[in-house]
């Protein structure tokens, strides 16, 4: 029986129903059911297929334990040695590279020392900081946020240099970046699923949480339908994340990308939204399906196939060679 484990924390309505969506479609040799593990030993595999990963990002213990299942042959969904290696800062830079619209963005050292850190771990810091040159690159308003997290912790809307700084000295050991802020007209969040499958969803930051997906917004322009599709699957294909959500904010039809490092993207009833969740479960129920059905696999023994999640090439049959045709010979007159 091949198993497929959802690893989560607090969230109550997506894992049940991931669960019983998977089990609901009865597939041969195929189960779904909540992580169960204690003490993980490190000889020992894990009793999981597949991981749907929801939490590791709060717990370390959880994230070194599906590193360990990732090394015996589960599929992660996502990747944790990627995961782990990711940042916002990167992936803005990535999607630049990408030609992808991005704002204006500068990475900022910490302002308190991380704990450790002397003055003398700092030499090659230049200071002063440059900042004049800094915020006439990014300009304002702009946002102030940490390199990684998520849930709008830590992040600040700062309008002016004395709003900035009064930010920046709360922001303790982080490290920060600062962002130009995009005058959107629409807003956009993309679910991605498995790499291939877009929902975009109308979306607006500024609303009580529970508001945010907008239900009754007109209808978008399909050319720019069509690139936000194609953007966001640039950027998840790019990165190699397989559940994920991109956001966009548009401005002069110009659709920004802002946030597209949610590698365990809120999918909760009450604020998708009926139609939505269940799109969303259904898409990661076939993915997750899909990936048990080419279970057991075997993964590189490398640093960098870790990354890049690649299994062992299955080994080649060898073609049986054609026995040569029996030699004519003449019979004689």
């Known amino acids: 029986m091949k198993k497929i484990g959802v ?3 607090m969230e109550n309505t997506f894992p049940g129903a991931l669960v019983e969506r998977i089990n609901s479609k009865e597939m041969e040799g195929i189960r779904a059911e909540f992580v169960q593990t204690g003490g993980v030993a490190s000889d020992k595999p894990p009793a999981y297929a597949v991981i749907v990963d929801r939490v590791s990002h709060d717990v370390p213990f959880y994230r070194a334990f599906l590193k360990h299942a990732a090394l015996w042959g589960t599929t992660v969904i996502n990747n944790p040695f ?3 290696a990711d940042d916002k800062f990167f992936n803005y830079s990535l999607a630049a590279k990408l030609g992808i619209a991005v704002p204006a963005t500068v990475m900022l050292p910490h302002k308190s020392l991380p704990n450790g850190a002397t003055d003398r771990t700092m030499r090659n810091l230049e200071y002063p900081l440059n900042w004049d040159s800094i915020f006439a690159h990014v300009g304002f308003p702009a946002f102030l946020k940490p390199i990684d997290g998520g849930g709008w912790r830590d992040v600040h809307h700062v309008h002016n240099r004395e709003e900035f700084f009064r930010a920046y000295d709360e922001s303790r050991d982080l490290c920060m970046v600062l962002q130009r802020a995009v005058d959107f007209t629409e807003y956009f969040r993309c679910f991605v699923v498995g790499r291939e499958k877009v929902l975009i969803m109308p979306y607006d930051p500024r609303r009580p949480h529970h508001e945010r997906y907008l ?3 007109p209808p978008t322009n399909r050319r720019l339908l069509k ?6 699957l640039t950027l998840c294909r790019a990165l190699g994340y397989d559940f994920n959500t991109v956001e966009f904010a548009v ?3 110009i659709p920004y990308a802002i946030d597209f490092m949610n590698p365990a993207p809120e999918a909760d009833l009450q604020t998708l939204g009926a139609d939505a969740f269940e799109w ?4 990661v129920a076939a993915f997750a399906i899909k990936k048990a059905k080419a279970a057991p696999r075997t993964p590189a023994l490398r640093g960098d196939a870790f990354l890049k999640g690649q299994a062992e090439p299955r080994p080649r049959q060898a073609r049986a060679r054609k026995k040569p045709a029996p030699e004519q010979v003449a019979e004689p007159a």
């Open 7 to 9: 690893l989560f924390g």
């Open 82 to 84: 990627w995961w782990s």
């Open 215 to 217: 239900r009754d917004a």
């Open 227 to 232: 690139r936000l599709r194609a953007d966001a």
């Open 251 to 253: 401005q002069d039809g």
């Open 280 to 283: 969303v479960v259904e898409a």
